[in-house]
């Protein structure tokens, strides 16, 4: 898959764990460097609902 956070594409390996009609899909990533495990944290928290 590819990401793009703040503009800059981002590979990352990753399945689909979940799927649910008229909610949502999971996403586990499964090959992600620490450098792009850091950037996908640290957006995850600047977008997380009620903060």
């Not at 503009?7 to 450098?35: H, K, L, R, S, W």
Request: aromatic letters at 6%; glycine letters at 10%.
């Amino acid at each position: 898959m590819t990401l793009g956070l703040d503009g800059v594409p981002m590979n990352v390996a990753c399945v689909v764990a979940t799927c649910y009609p008229q909610v949502g899909n999971g996403i586990e990533f499964v090959d992600v460097t620490e450098e792009d495990r850091l950037k996908l944290e640290k957006f995850v928290k600047a977008n997380a609902a009620g903060d």
